[in-house]
């Protein structure tokens, strides 16, 4: 089956620097890709989409300048959490959709996911 | 906005028991899919309802969609451990929000 990897899979950064998490489709092209943000005990909140080569469309409230989405190529995307911030800790997971088949099925592949800590 | 919620919130049952969740959106939705999160794990998705009053069965769960498309189901018969999880539903159409989620607890 379709597998997504994330890296790293858990980083922790001090407050004001910046940490990027690779979202990788190891066996698909991933037209689409999905950034949602999972704080404990909590359902997964859409952060944004992206598709490759074009610009990242985030949800409301999601800073565009603090979460930087990448997708520049149809098997890696990128997330970069600039100038993190205690509150920023959480858990961030990708997903990714491939084809058409995909977009009619609905089926979205999940990376495991990368837990991240700011001290 | 459009929210998805999800009854229970918790569920504790014993293994063999039955278990459903349920799940309500205050808008009409194009369709719904399910996925069922491991402890500490991603969400994997479990399968999607497209059509009005749509049931779908997977070994000993079953999947409704109601009538109005503004609800959906989840039926588990004969829980098992390997249950265990947290199960989302979720919009499809053009946002795609995860429901709130119900954690099944299954006691051996």
């Known amino acids: 089956g379709a597998v997504v990897s994330q890296h790293p899979s858990w980083v922790i950064c001090k407050s004001g620097t910046s940490v990027k998490i690779e979202c990788r489709s190891l066996?698909?092209?991933?037209?689409?890709m999905f950034w949602y943000r999972q704080f404990p005990k909590q359902s997964l909140m859409l952060m944004a989409t992206?598709?490759?080569?074009?610009?990242?469309?985030?949800e409301q409230g999601v800073e565009k300048d603090k979460f930087l989405i990448n997708h520049a190529s149809l098997t890696l995307s990128t997330l970069t959490v600039t100038s993190a911030h205690p509150e920023d800790s959480s858990f961030y997971i990708c997903?990714?959709?491939?084809?058409?088949?995909?977009?009619?099925?609905?089926?979205?592949?999940f990376g495991p996911g990368t837990r991240l800590t700011v001290t | 906005g459009q929210q998805v919620m999800q009854i229970p919130q918790y569920q504790h049952v014993q293994e063999g028991e039955d278990f459903t969740t349920y799940c309500n959106s205050s808008?009409?939705?194009?369709?719904i899919q399910w996925y069922k999160q491991r402890p500490g794990g991603h969400p994997v998705f479990l399968i999607q309802?497209?059509?009005?009053?749509e049931v779908k069965k997977q070994k000993r769960l079953t999947f409704q969609f109601g009538e109005a498309k503004k609800n959906s189901s989840l039926h588990i018969t004969a829980t098992q451990t390997t249950d265990v999880g947290t199960y989302f539903c979720k919009d499809n159409f053009n946002k795609f929000y995860f429901g709130s989620g119900t954690k099944l607890n299954v006691k051996p």
């Open positions: 066996d698909f092209q991933a037209t689409t």
């Open positions: 309802l497209v059509k009005s009053g």
């Open positions: 808008t009409t939705l194009s369709n």
């Open positions: 992206s598709n490759e080569g074009s610009k990242a469309t985030y």
């Open positions: 997903s990714a959709r491939a084809t058409l088949t995909d977009a009619l099925s609905g089926e979205q592949y």
